[in-house]
């Protein structure tokens, strides 16, 4: 089918020669005259392009999920439906979106830049009814860079309608967003772009295009397009191959399909694999992960990519598949280089296995960079003890990012931990012996010496938090630095 189908603010629209990778945020703006959807940074770092796309949850319900549209390629969006802040205003009686009024009223719009994007992350909280505790409201904001600073009243007039689910023609269109089909070869201007909706078809596929590239979020490929105007001639999307998406309790843990998006496995891990939850917590803005996946976050093998280090503490076990069946090897071995992994031709990353914590185990994960959320880590870690019956240490597995060209273990210090009891001279043994299993660089993001000292002082610090918690849940943090009790 060489044509692009989807709902555009309510109306159906079809393309058949629009390259396969032009953003969403340029289609809109250069070809639909669509100019509220904001370009800040073209990175999805601002939320400035911030719009809404209809689509089903792992629950099956569907809903508004708020992105970047600069990160999403048109194709991603075949069978959609999407709204802008266009939108919004009642054509019929004129009246704005509850987000818009509560905005206006709250005076949070100053140069009136970043207002689209923040409305259209406001818009998506008035449906949403999962916002049972304070940082989510956080977490649904994070994405939206106000560069004039008014973020008190940007965040009252948010709470003001976050999951107040009124029920208007938005939520009449939710119920009428059925599932479309994403399948799709489509080609324009010297590019192919293709989405098989099962194994069998993407099998086909590579049969006939084993040079072409994976996309699933785009949230790290879509960059290469953005800021070095890369044309790849032949993408696949697995985004629409269901199997990659399955997330279950199994008899000795979970399973996580690769192509699980990070708001969704936040929810899932949340009671389930608590280390993984929080470093999904800060991993990005909702934006991103409405759009990342466990599977390119790992198929990335990025050094500082934060999901490794936590699966690799967790002995995560990845699975392997391709028209030859399936394959299953312990993560460790999964990073084979620098930006390598063990995949092979025509072979992808089907799911994660994670086995169930036992009693003994005392597990966290930590992030530190520059900033709190959406930012790059400097330093990250996965940690992870089993303790026996005399609490000395029966196992241990010391995983980090950002310290090597791989996210590593650190088999030394873990050797040092392993057999001695659970104490803090235990654990300054193994501290020194991080300085052997890492001989980390000094870049933008800080210096060999200071990730070499965060690095230890993550293993002081897990060694003090999970005193009284074996597996602790990250606790939620007040929004400003400066708080005043009255």
């Known amino acids: 089918m060489n044509r692009l189908r989807f709902c555009l603010n309510d109306h159906w629209v079809e393309e058949t020669n629009v390259s396969p990778t032009t953003t969403l945020l340029r289609y809109l703006r250069d070809t639909r005259g669509l100019t509220g959807t904001k370009e800040g940074c073209a990175e999805g770092d601002c939320g400035a ?14 809903q508004w999920r708020a992105i970047n549209a600069c990160l999403v390629l048109l194709p991603m969006v075949q069978g959609k439906h999407v709204v802008t802040v266009e939108a919004l205003r009642d054509p019929a009686t004129g009246k704005y979106h509850p987000a818009q009024e509560a905005l206006a009223k709250a005076l949070g719009s100053q140069c009136g830049y970043c207002t689209p994007g923040i409305v259209m992350s406001m818009f998506e909280a008035t449906y949403r009814g999962d916002l049972d505790a304070g940082w989510k409201l956080d977490d649904q904001l994070c994405g939206n860079l106000c560069r004039c ?15 107040s689910c009124p029920k208007d023609r938005f939520a009449a269109e939710l119920k009428e967003a059925a599932p479309q089909s994403m399948q799709l070869d489509y080609q324009a201007n010297g590019q ?15 049969d006939v295009h084993p040079d072409a590239r994976f996309i699933q979020g785009g949230t790290d490929l879509s960059l290469e397009i953005t800021k070095k105007f890369a044309r790849p001639p032949k993408l696949v999307s697995l985004e629409a191959v269901a199997e990659l998406k399955v997330m279950h309790e199994t008899v000795d843990g979970v399973s996580i399909g690769a192509g699980a998006i990070l708001s969704e496995l936040e929810r899932f891990a949340e009671k389930r694999v608590i280390p993984l939850a929080r470093m999904i917590r800060y991993f990005g803005a909702r934006q991103i992960k409405h759009r990342a996946t466990l599977g390119g976050s790992l198929c990335t093998a990025s050094p500082i990519g934060d999901l490794a280090p936590v699966l690799l503490s967790l002995g995560a076990t990845v699975v392997m598949r391709s028209r030859a069946g399936e394959r299953r090897v312990p993560i460790d071995a999964f990073f084979t280089g620098y930006r390598k992994t063990a995949l092979g031709p025509k072979e992808v990353l089907a799911a994660v296995e994670l086995p169930r914590l036992p009693a003994s185990a005392l597990a966290s994960a930590y992030k530190v960079s520059k900033r709190r959320e959406l930012d790059i880590s400097t330093v990250s870690a996965g940690l992870y003890v089993e303790l026996d019956s005399h609490r000395v240490v029966s196992r241990a597995r010391l995983a980090y990012g950002g310290m090597a060209a791989t996210p590593k273990r650190a088999g030394l210090a873990e050797a040092a931990l392993v057999g001695q009891p659970w104490s803090a001279a235990s654990i300054e043994l193994a501290a020194a012996q991080l300085g052997q299993d890492f001989q980390p660089v000094s870049d933008h993001r800080g210096s060999a010496a200071y990730r ?32 005043t009790y009255l």
Do not use: M
């Open 149 to 163: 600073t008014g973020y008190r009243p940007i965040r009252d007039a948010t709470n003001e309608v976050a999951g």
């Open 452 to 483: 070499a000292l965060v690095a230890q002082n993550l293993l002081r610090g897990f060694f003090e938090e999970t005193k009284l918690t074996p597996v602790p849940r990250l606790p939620e943090h007040h929004t400003g630095t400066v708080i």
């Open 192 to 206: 192919r772009y293709f989405t098989p909706d099962s194994f069998s078809s993407l099998w086909d596929v590579l």
């Open 49 to 62: 392009c911030t719009v809404a796309v209809a689509e089903r949850g792992d629950d099956g319900k569907p």
